[in-house]
């Protein structure tokens, strides 16, 4: 088979958290009580005002193409919301929806990354940004936070990480998969870097926008010094609880709109016609069950951290945003209980999947291997389960 597949693929690494989400499901298809902290997954419903909007399209006959970066209407609801909440002054004409954010991101980068070109990636990060810059045939230059800042990236070291090369700048706030939330202040000057380089761009990820348990939320894009300089990408997954109805979007200046909409148009053209209804209900109609959700996932963050500061070698933070926690484990690295040896991160995870039958992440893929990711995503009595077996489990560590 390696004489089939291109070597593109061969170097591809998969998902780890898709990968451990296929593991905890064949373990739980044999019977085992598997709680699973694995996926970036809402636990809620999908809203019914959304899903009302989608019974409809599908009665009125919205079962047809559309252009290839959505109907009209809901470029134009979106473009609204980004300048109402985010500050951002684009038109429809900005505006490009996807097969879900990752197909937004993938679509940015091939549509920039040339050959050799460096994207600085804040670390830790969600998995697949290596992955993609990688089929760019770009350079991933990551730059790492320290758990002791809150896995904050300084803009000193921004600053340094910047060469030549340099294409663009990727990151995500509220951070995957640490919860990392960046204050204006901290993104002006991140934005006062950039703005000296105006042939670099700014990837700013926030889906996680609406679960942010700041007071503030701020966009980089909306600083005028690099507002055509910032792509910003976002969605519907996590704010709406619409994993599976697969919607996420850019705005960008028409030059990068238009350069996504060509290579979307080579690889999947628009997105679910019915899905693009039930996104147009989700941005334009009531956002209190979103609240609703963001008020339940800061109570599970104060129940996870609460309990697993019972649990001696884990060290923790405070996540400012998001549904994660990303402790570090090293302090477990090197111990044994007679039948599992525990040297790395995905060690201790799959002797929690096996043993304790929680499923975690570990953090190699997201640049941290010391470190694992928890999903609060769940309800409080899994949480609090969880958490005990893993107490249990971890104490016959020695």
Known sequence: ?????????????????????????????KGVDVIKLSLGEPDFFTPAHIKEAAKKA???????????????????????????????TWKAENIVVSTGAKQS????????VNPNDEVIVLAPYWVSYIPMIQLAEGKAVIVNGDIKNGFKVTPEQLKAAITPKTKAIMYSSPSNPTGTV????????????????????????????YICFEDEYFSIGAFENVRNQTITVNGFSKGYAMTGWRVGYIGANKEIADACIKMQGQFTSATCSI?????YAAITGDMSVTKEMKTAYLRRRDLVLSLLKDIEG??????????????????FFGKTDGKYTIKTSNDLCMYLLNEAHVALVDGEGFGAPECVRISFAASDEELKEAMRRMKEKLALLK
């Open 1 to 29: 088979m390696q004489k089939v597949l291109s070597e593109r693929i061969i170097n591809l690494e998969e998902s780890q958290t898709l990968e451990m989400a296929a593991k905890a499901r064949a373990l739980a298809a």
């Open 58 to 88: 599908i009665d009125d006959n919205f079962t047809f193409y559309t252009p290839v970066a959505a109907y009209p209407e809901l470029r134009e609801a979106i473009a609204q919301k980004l300048s109402r909440d985010n500050g951002l």
């Open 182 to 209: 960046y204050t204006k202040s901290e993104l002006k000057a991140f934005a006062d870097i950039i703005a000296e380089h105006k042939d670099i761009f700014i990837i700013a990820d926030e889906i996680y926008e």
């Open 105 to 112: 991101l993938i679509n940015v980068v091939l549509s920039i």
């Open 275 to 279: 899905a693009q209804k039930a996104a």
């Open 314 to 331: 884990i060290k923790t933070y405070i996540p400012q945003g998001a549904f994660y926690i990303f402790p570090d484990v090293s302090a």
